[in-house]
């Protein structure tokens, strides 16, 4: 969980462009931004280094307990998968490729509706929500119902199973192939 705390800091910034760029309009009129490095600079422009660290409260809601479930899930799945008597080391890839995949699965599941208020604070015009995330909460379930905190949710599991089976087997066959060529 600390690792995600940590993380918040470096990719609040990254995340933030991200959004703003993926609801930017580009049928009809004129965009707003040319591409990261000059919405940026735009952010920058605006409101200084505050800008571009609009929603890092929402960023650490997400990050911290999505990190500390994401570990714990990861373990707790291959431990499950461990047969009796069997090494963790050797380990069926195909047992690890399951256990990845859903581990990220019950992380998005977990933080999607902190990523759904996240992204619709950080890309609301300025005072929009004075509040914070809390306003954001209130008025999106207002206005749209709690359903509506886990909009995208189908797509982001469909991403997270394949690209966290492969991230976690890539991880164990790295750790494999280290010590086997560092055996100490």
């Known amino acids: ?13 990254g995340d933030r462009i991200k959004c703003l760029l993926q609801i930017q309009q580009s049928s009809g009129g004129e965009r707003k931004y040319k591409g990261p490095l000059n919405c940026a600079k735009q952010l920058y422009k605006e409101k200084g280094i505050r800008s571009l660290y609009r929603g890092t409260f929402a960023t650490l809601l997400r990050d911290v307990p999505s990190i500390g479930v994401y570990f714990c899930s990861y373990e707790w799945i291959l431990s499950k998968l461990t047969l009796e008597g069997e090494s963790r080391e050797n380990l069926n890839p195909l047992r690890i490729f399951i256990a990845g995949g859903l581990t990220g699965m019950i992380c998005w599941a977990s933080i999607i509706p902190v990523d759904v208020l996240k992204s619709r604070y950080q890309t609301a015009p300025e005072g929009t929500y004075p509040r914070g995330i809390r306003d954001a909460f209130r008025q999106l379930v207002k206005e749209e119902g709690v359903a509506s905190l886990f909009k995208g949710v189908t797509p982001v599991l469909l991403r997270a199973f394949p690209a966290n089976a492969g991230l976690f087997l890539g991880y164990e066959v790295a750790m494999k192939t280290f010590s086997w060529i560092l055996p100490e």
């Open 1 to 13: 969980m600390f690792g995600g705390f940590c993380a918040a800091a470096i990719v609040t910034p």
